[in-house]
C-alpha cells in the first residue's frame, strides 16, 4: 500500500513557497551534446570500479560503457542523456526547470518525497509526474506505474530524485527497459557507470535487474492518473525534510560554516536546531511501533544533533565538523538498517 495522497494544485503552490528549494550554481553554458545510450562511441571504455557490492551490483559492472560526462546546468546537476527518449538527473530549481525546457522535456518524473514544483513547469509547457519510491527497492506497483507513465506521457522524459544518484536512475532504468528496450543488465549499467548509484543500493539493482516489466497490454489496464502532486505521509515525509536540511549543512560545512550564498537566510545554527527538532519529532507516527533498535538509534540521532547546536554557537570550526560528522555517522547507521535494505 502506498503511503501518498493527491493534494490539489492549490496546495502545491502553497507548499512550493514554504519548500526548501534545490541550490543554484553560478550560471553557466550548457554542455556540449552528450552522445546517446545508443551512439555513444566504443573507444572511450570505462575503466572498470575497484567497489565491492551485491550479485546485482557486480553485475552492473559486466558491460562496459563508454565514458559519458554529466552534465552541469544551473540548478541541474548529475544529468545524463541515456536514450533520445530519457534523461536522468538531480532535483531541478526554478533555473533547473528553465534548462529543462531547452533541453526539449516534456515529461518530468520525480521519484522523490518532495513535492514538486509542478505548476513553473506547467507554466513552460511541461508536465509533472510524481511518483515518490524508497531506496530499498521498487516494489512491483510502482514498476507497473512507472512503465505505464513512460508508455502513455509524452517523450523526452526526465527523470529524477533528490541528486539524481539513487533513486532517479533505477526509476529511469524502468523507462530504459519499458520504452527503449534495454536489457536489464544495460539498464543496471548505466545506473552504475554513468549516474554512479551507490553499492549500498542493491535493492534497487535488483529490482531493475530481475523484476518483470509489465508489457504494454498488461500497463494500459493499470489504473494510475498521473499525479503531478503527491503529499507524502509518516516516515517517507520526515525522511524527505531531514536528508534537505541535513544538505544544507554540508553546504554550510564545506563553505567554512557560513550561510549558503545561495540561501543566505538559512544559517548554519537555526539549520542545526531544525534538523534536531525533526530528529526528536514522532517521524514514525502512523507507522508501526518503533521496535527498541529503532528507538535506540534515533535516541542516538537525537544526541548527535543536539550536540551540533551546542558547538555552533563556539567558533572552532574544527568541532563543528566533528559534531557533523556524528550527525551524518547516526544517519548512515540507520539508513543501513531501515532504508536501504
Not at 168 to 175: D, K, L, Q
Not at 200 to 215: H, I, Q, R, S
Not at 253 to 272: F, G
Amino acid at each position: 500500500m502506498r503511503t501518498f495522497k493527491t493534494i490539489t494544485s492549490g496546495t502545491l503552490a502553497m507548499l512550493v513557497l514554504v519548500a526548501f528549494g534545490g541550490c543554484c550554481s553560478e550560471c553557466k553554458a550548457p554542455p556540449e551534446a552528450k552522445p546517446t545510450a545508443q551512439e555513444s562511441p566504443k573507444s572511450a571504455a570505462a575503466p572498470a570500479a575497484q567497489v565491492t557490492g551485491g550479485p546485482a551490483f557486480t553485475a552492473a559492472a559486466k558491460e562496459t560503457l563508454p565514458v559519458q560526462k554529466a552534465g552541469d546546468y544551473e540548478g541541474l546537476h548529475n544529468v545524463f542523456q541515456l536514450s533520445s527518449n530519457i534523461t536522468v538527473g538531480s532535483e531541478p530549481s526554478t533555473e533547473g526547470l528553465h534548462a529543462m525546457q531547452k533541453l526539449g522535456i516534456k515529461t518530468i518524473i520525480s521519484v522523490d518525497g518532495k513535492v514538486p514544483d509542478a505548476a513553473t513547469a506547467r507554466s513552460l509547457g511541461m508536465r509533472y509526474v510524481h511518483i515518490p519510491i524508497q531506496y530499498k527497492t521498487l516494489t512491483d506497483e510502482e514498476i507497473a506505474v512507472l512503465a505505464k507513465t513512460f508508455r502513455e506521457c509524452e517523450a523526452p522524459f526526465f527523470v529524477h530524485c533528490f541528486h539524481g544518484k539513487h533513486r532517479g536512475p533505477a526509476a529511469s532504468a524502468i523507462g530504459r527497459r519499458a520504452l527503449d528496450g534495454a536489457s536489464p543488465e544495460r539498464a543496471i549499467a548505466e545506473m552504475r557507470q554513468w549516474s554512479g548509484t551507490a553499492a549500498d543500493y542493491e535493492g534497487l539493482y535488483a529490482a531493475v535487474l530481475t523484476k518483470v516489466v509489465p508489457d504494454a497490454a498488461a500497463t494500459r489496464t493499470v489504473a494510475f492518473n498521473f499525479p503531478e502532486a503527491e503529499m507524502p505521509e509518516g516516515v517517507p515525509a520526515w525522511m524527505s525534510r531531514m536528508e534537505r536540511m541535513n544538505d544544507a549543512l554540508k553546504r554550510m560545512a564545506a563553505n567554512a560554516w557560513k550561510p549558503d550564498p545561495h540561501h543566505p537566510d538559512l544559517v548554519p545554527l537555526e539549520a542545526a536546531k531544525n534538523l534536531a527538532s525533526l530528529t526528536a519529532s514522532d517521524w514514525c507516527q502512523g507507522e508501526k511501533a518503533m521496535t527498541a533498535e529503532m528507538a535506540a538509534l534515533q535516541k542516538d540521532a537525537v544526541r548527535a544533533s543536539e550536540a551540533l547546536v551546542a558547538v555552533l554557537s563556539t567558533g572552532d570550526n574544527a568541532a563543528k565538523s566533528a559534531a557533523h560528522k556524528n550527525v551524518l555517522q547516526s544517519c548512515t547507521a540507520c539508513h543501513k538498517l531501515y532504508r536501504n535494505k
